[in-house]
């Protein structure tokens, strides 16, 4: 199975790529955490990516065809994957269909912008292994430590109420169009929001015929 989660930021696709990857066997592939973790370590993308993410622009399409290219070559990507935050612009979408990534569904999860920017200030990630949290509807044991791997909970720079205006701008202008390419390829499947994630869940792997 290999599968494209769309939808805004904060529309709970790093929650559903968590949980739907222990149901299917398969590994998430989330840009986000990558880029996360090579701006924690100070890496060469780290550094190039650092600017734009703060300003919830999105990273330049060469950096990010680079760490998908090589991220989908590892063994553990050879039964499939679930990508969470990739592709973003058209341009990423042909250049993976170019270098023959094909998918089998692309799940868009359809959130109001109200309802995001609502969401966003409850949202907690793991600084470690970049898991995510709500203070309300996803809580962790214990407040303030990731459940998985006992790391520290922090809110995102870019989850601040401004940051999170413009990543929906720039959603509704780069990556929304996505809808129609995967579309016109037949491979769309729309799940509209529901009132808790194991709704969304059961909903998304409704439409997957799972
Ligand atoms: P996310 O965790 O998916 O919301 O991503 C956080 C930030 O990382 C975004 O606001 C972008 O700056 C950057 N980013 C993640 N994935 C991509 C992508 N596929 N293309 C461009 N920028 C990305």
Redesign the pocket.
Known sequence: MKLILLGA?GAG??TQADILCDKLDIPTI????I??AAVKNGTPTGLK?KA??DE??????E??IGI?SERLAEADCAKGYIL??????IA?AEALERAGILFDSVVSLEVSDEEICSRMSGRRVCENCGASYHVVAVPPKTEGVCDKCGGNLIQ?K?DAPETVKS?LE?YHKETEPLKAFYAERGLLKTVENQPTVEAISQAILRVLGR
Not at 56 to 61: A, F, I, M, T
Not at 84 to 89: A, F
């Open positions: 930021p696709k790093g989330s840009t986000g955490n880029l996360r990516a734009f993410m919830g622009k999105l990273v330049p399409d950096v990010i998908i969470d935050g990739v592709p973003r612009t990423q995102r870019d990543r720039v």
